[in-house]
């Protein structure tokens, strides 16, 4: 059975750097790609970026300029860093797995997300 | 990005009643249109991929349609358990990105 756990301080001072790992069990993070959303309390989910296992990213474009997402496959981990965080970083954060189904031997982009860590909640207060 | 605007934002039902829940975007996304439970405390769930397709696990009862714009989740007979948050989620090549919509709260009438 494939988890996903992520991992990290859960208190961040104002202006300092946000660092998460998402640790996935029963499976090698190769071959999908790693994206992290988060969820700010009693609100709705927002997508920070992804990842390829090769290193290919993307990010949302407004927080691409404090966003890192790294692979490390040594170690099946999947790494998030947000840098200069403020009041409004302060969310439940999530890694999660993109979806593929396959059919008569072929796979497909699901466009969807179908594996969920629990989530972890960080609150960035001095 | 492209937006996605649910409707209604709450929706009061009784169970064994027939819930309907919409999802507009705002330019086409074709079918690549999800639609995700969450309970609290918990990480999002995923129901329907693909604008139609049940992913593996979800009861019949849950249903999804549409493509292009205008998509719907359909719950057959409401079960206790399906009293939930619900978002709609579209992964575009271009604009690429990822959105959710605001999502739709299904309570106990």
């Known amino acids: 059975q494939v988890q996903l756990q992520e991992s990290g301080p859960r208190l961040v001072k104002p202006s300092e750097t946000l660092s998460l790992t998402c640790s996935v069990s029963?499976?090698?993070?190769?071959?999908?790609?790693w994206t992290w959303f988060r969820q700010p309390p009693g609100k709705g989910l927002e997508w920070i970026g992804f990842?390829?296992?090769?290193?290919?990213?993307d990010y949302n474009p407004s927080l691409k300029s404090r966003v890192t997402i790294s692979v490390d496959t040594s170690k099946n981990e999947i790494s998030l860093k947000v840098s200069s965080v403020t009041a409004a970083d302060t969310a439940v954060y999530y890694c999660a797995r993109h979806h593929e189904y396959c059919s008569h031997g072929s796979c497909y982009d699901g466009y969807a997300f179908d594996l969920w860590g629990q989530g972890t909640l960080v609150t960035v207060s001095s | 990005d492209i937006g996605l605007t649910q409707s209604p934002a709450t929706l009061s039902l009784s169970p064994g009643e027939r819930a309907t829940l919409s999802c507009r975007a705002s330019?086409?996304?074709?079918?690549?249109l999800a639609w995700y439970q969450q309970k609290p405390g918990q990480a999002p769930r995923l129901l329907i991929y693909?604008?139609?397709n049940r992913a593996p696990g979800i009861p019949a009862r849950f249903s999804g349609s549409g493509s292009g714009t205008d998509f719907t989740l359909t719950i057959s007979s409401l079960e206790p358990e399906d009293f939930a948050v619900y978002y709609c989620q579209q992964r575009s090549n271009w604009p690429p990105g990822i959105t959710f919509g605001q999502g739709t709260r299904l309570e106990i009438k």
């Open positions: 330019q086409s996304v074709r079918s690549h």
């Open positions: 693909g604008a139609s």
């Open positions: 990842i390829y296992f090769r290193g290919n990213t």
């Open positions: 029963g499976s090698s993070i190769s071959t999908y790609y």
